[in-house]
């Protein structure tokens, strides 16, 4: 039984060192982008979402989909998606093959405005991770974030 409590505990221990390192990082980006873009660390990632999946794969995600790449509620999505629409750098429009479906598009506003947040929010990160580096409780959750680039793709077939 002692093993199983101690796995516990160096479960929730991690989880909890994720959950400190997520809102640092979090926290840096959200001052970072408002003061520089007013977009939030949600309204940036959810154009990045969708011009990369726009860009990669040349269609479009369906807002229950949208919903699940920006880990939010689809009612949080909603209302995001309708408050970035309203600043012109979104559009929704119906699905052609399923009147049901609603697409989100970025406009060429949003595309502007992304790429000027680009830089923003990628020097941000990278600070935030430098400062964390630093903090011994931290610092081996980002260097296992830094290795992730370095381990190649598996292929699915």
């Known amino acids: 039984m002692e093993i199983a409590d101690d796995l516990a505990e160096t479960?929730?221990?991690?989880?909890?060192?994720?959950?400190?390192?997520?809102?640092?990082?979090?926290?840096?980006?959200?001052?970072?982008?408002?003061?520089?873009?007013?977009?939030?660390?949600?309204?940036?990632?959810?154009?990045?979402?969708?011009?990369?999946?726009?860009?990669?794969?040349?269609?479009?995600?369906?807002?229950?989909?949208?919903?699940?790449?920006?880990?939010?509620?689809?009612s949080a999505t909603t209302r995001l998606v309708t408050r970035l629409e309203r600043r012109g750098l979104l559009q929704r429009y119906l699905c052609p093959d399923?009147?049901?479906?609603?697409?989100?598009?970025?406009?060429?506003?949003?595309?502007?405005?992304l790429d000027r947040a680009r830089s923003t929010h990628d020097e941000s990160l990278a600070e935030a991770l430098r400062e964390a580096s630093e903090l011994p409780e931290l610092a081996p959750l980002v260097e296992a974030l830094a290795s992730l680039h370095a381990v190649p793709a598996t292929d699915a077939s």
């Open 98 to 113: 399923d009147r049901r479906g609603i697409y989100t598009e970025v406009t060429p506003e949003g595309r502007a405005a």
């Open 11 to 74: 479960r929730a221990q991690g989880w909890r060192t994720l959950a400190a390192l997520h809102a640092r990082i979090e926290d840096t980006l959200e001052r970072a982008l408002q003061r520089a873009h007013d977009l939030s660390v949600s309204e940036y990632s959810l154009l990045d979402v969708l011009s990369r999946q726009e860009t990669f794969t040349g269609c479009y995600l369906r807002m229950t989909q949208l919903s699940r790449a920006v880990v939010l509620s689809q």
